[in-house]
Nanobody, 114 residues
Framework: VQLQASGGGSVQSGGSLRLSCAAS????????MAWFRRRPGKEREFVAA????????DYSDSVKGRFTISRDNAKNTVSLHMNSLKPEDTAVYYC????????WGKGTLVTVSS
């Protein structure tokens, strides 16, 4: 499966952004989908996930209550709605698919200014 993330940009603290990930090559209906990010000078970290099996979601403590992951299996897309953004959310965000192995797309940069 190939993944293409989009929707990054610059926003002020407290603002919102919506990231999208378009998948191609395979249907994502049987893939666990997730978003990760790499903040400046940090290792890549988990942000949010959506289970293919039961539709359950999971979030890192740092984004819980502010970010929402959603998937549209019919459109073969997964989104990340980000609200109440903080400067520490500045990062390159990566879309991830998992089915026996990890698949990664190129990231999209989100910059949050104070």
């Amino acid at each position: 499966v190939q993944l293409q993330a989009s929707g990054g940009g610059s926003v002020q603290s407290g603002g919102s952004l919506r990231l999208s990930c378009a998948a191609s090559g395979r249907r994502i209906s049987t893939y666990d989908m997730a978003w990760f990010r790499r903040r400046p000078g940090k290792e890549r970290e988990f942000v949010a996930a959506s289970s293919w099996n039961d539709g359950g979601t999971d979030y890192s403590d740092s984004v819980k209550g502010r970010f929402t992951i959603s998937r549209d299996n019919a459109k073969n897309t997964v989104s990340l709605h980000m609200n109440s953004l903080k400067p520490e959310d500045t990062a390159v965000y990566y879309c991830n698919a998992f089915y026996g192995m990890d698949y990664w797309g190129k990231g999209t940069l989100v910059t949050v200014s104070s």
